[in-house]
């Protein structure tokens, strides 16, 4: 099919649900396939410099601040040399990229949730 995607509708039926829930659950939906998506591609289509643009890209599209980026010989100058050490010889260099997002009502005093993770792009060739 020449890697066309499919086009799946469902439609929920819910007597008494509130419009707003439904749309959580379409987001939801959404971003759960879109990391199903991100974990699929193959490390030449989504290398470090692709993966920096797509985050920018989500933030902006979520209304979430700029992401902070440490890159290529910063990471090593600023104390990640694992990263660097690990990264440095690819032909797109290692990142670190960090998130920030306060939503609506956020920043009100009460305890934060964070989440932390860590992705690596590497191909060995083999």
Known sequence: DGGAGVA???TFVCA??????????????????????LVDMPCNELHTDA??????EVCADIGAEEPTVIAGT????R??????GV??????????VHL??????????????????KGIVYDTGG
Not at 16 to 36: E, F, K, N, P
Not at 89 to 95: I, K, Q, R, S, V
């Open 8 to 10: 799946v509708t469902v």
């Open 16 to 37: 008494g649900a509130a419009d707003i829930d439904l749309r959580r659950v379409s987001v939801v939906a959404d971003r759960v396939r879109h990391a199903a998506r």
């Open 51 to 56: 993966y920096v643009e797509h985050v920018r």
């Open 74 to 77: 910063e990471l090593r100058d």
């Open 79 to 84: 104390g990640f040399g694992g990263l660097w």
């Open 87 to 96: 990264g440095k010889a690819a032909e797109h260099l290692p990142a670190l």
């Open 100 to 117: 920030k997002y306060v939503p609506e009502g956020g920043g009100d005093g009460s305890a934060p949730v964070v989440f932390l993770g």
